[in-house]
C-alpha cells in the first residue's frame, strides 16, 4: 500500500541556519506529493505541492523537488525564521484516490 | 472565507457516552474528510465523503459512524465512547480534482476517560 516515512524530529536550528526536513515514499503508479504545515493550536496547511516527476514546489522560501529514481520529496529551506517553527507533513495522494496518506510529521523549532 | 468550521473545540467524555463532532465547509467542495491525530503517528483517514449521500470507509473506521445529507456538512458520530479514542480529530474538504489541496478545519481535541 501507499505510504510516506519522514525524518524523526525534534529538529532544532538557530535562526537562518539551513534546513532540510527528509521524506520518502513508497507507491504505485505517479501519486502527487504534498508538504503540509501545522502551527500551534491549528489544522494543517498547504505548504507546497508538486504533481509529476522533477516538478519543484515551493512557497514562502520552502522548496521541494520530486525525485521518481530515490522516490524522495525532501523539503528545504536556506534560512530558517523563529516563525518557521512547526510540525512539518509529508503526504501523497494515489492518483487514484481522494484522500491523502500522511507521514507521521517532523516537530521543527528554530531559536533566535 | 470561513472555509472548514469544527465544533466544538474540546470535549472530555466518560467511557461509554455518544458525541457528535460537526464539519461545516461553506467552498462548496464535494470531498470531505475526517482525520484523527495521535502524538508521533500522523493523520489516520477514519472516513471520507465524494458527496452527498455518499459516505466511505477509511483506514480507521471502527467506533465511528458518519453521514453527509448535505454538501455543507459531514458529522462525526461516537456511539460508545472509549479511550483508545482520546485523540484530536481534523475535518478536511477538497474539490473534485486528483491535485487539489485539503482545508482542513482547526481541530477537535477529545479526551475520553
Known amino acids: 500500500g501507499n505510504s510516506v516515512t519522514q525524518m524523526e524530529g525534534p529538529v532544532t536550528l538557530s535562526e537562518e541556519a539551513f534546513l532540510t526536513i527528509n521524506c520518502t515514499y513508497t507507491a504505485t503508479g505517479y501519486p502527487s506529493l504534498f508538504w503540509y504545515v501545522q502551527y500551534p493550536g491549528e489544522g494543517l496547511q498547504l505548504l507546497l505541492k508538486a504533481t509529476k516527476a522533477d516538478d519543484k514546489g515551493s512557497n514562502k522560501g520552502f522548496e521541494a523537488t520530486y525525485r521518481k529514481e530515490t522516490t524522495s520529496f525532501h523539503l528545504e529551506k536556506g534560512s530558517v525564521q523563529v516563525s518557521d517553527s512547526a510540525v512539518y507533513f509529508c503526504a501523497l495522494r494515489q492518483n487514484s484516490g481522494y484522500a491523502l496518506n500522511f507521514g507521521k510529521g517532523t516537530s521543527l523549532l528554530v531559536t533566535p | 472565507n470561513a472555509g472548514v468550521t469544527q465544533t466544538p473545540k474540546f470535549r472530555i467524555l466518560k467511557i461509554g457516552q455518544s458525541m457528535t463532532l460537526q464539519c461545516t465547509q461553506d467552498?462548496?467542495?464535494?470531498?470531505m474528510y475526517w482525520y484523527r491525530q495521535d502524538p508521533g503517528m500522523g493523520l489516520k483517514l477514519i472516513y471520507y465523503s465524494v458527496g452527498a449521500g455518499i459516505t466511505d470507509k477509511g483506514e480507521v473506521p471502527n467506533g465511528y459512524n458518519v453521514s453527509r445529507s448535505t454538501t455543507e456538512d459531514f458529522p462525526l458520530r461516537l456511539e460508545l465512547a472509549a479511550p483508545s479514542q482520546t485523540s484530536v480529530y481534523f475535518c478536511?474538504?477538497?474539490?473534485?480534482?486528483?491535485?487539489?489541496?485539503?482545508?482542513f478545519g482547526n481541530g477537535t481535541r477529545l479526551t475520553v476517560t
Open positions: 467552498m462548496n467542495h464535494n470531498y
Open positions: 478536511a474538504s477538497s474539490s473534485r480534482s486528483d491535485n487539489s489541496p485539503l482545508h
